[in-house]
């Protein structure tokens, strides 16, 4: 019964960390996709 716990716990853990990963690369993908300037998403000085 122990040693189940750690089997379930290990892939809970596992699942968790590859969706972090996951994650960090879709937003560093999404942020190249839509990176447009610093000037598009501020006001351009006078």
Not at 11 to 37: E, T
Request: hydrophobic share 35%.
């Amino acid at each position: 019964m122990i040693s189940a716990m750690y089997i379930v716990g290990g892939c809970v853990f596992a699942i968790y960390i590859f969706l972090q990963i996951w994650d960090i690369y879709n937003q560093k993908r999404g942020d190249n996709d839509s990176d447009s300037g610093y000037y598009s998403r501020h006001n351009q000085p006078k």
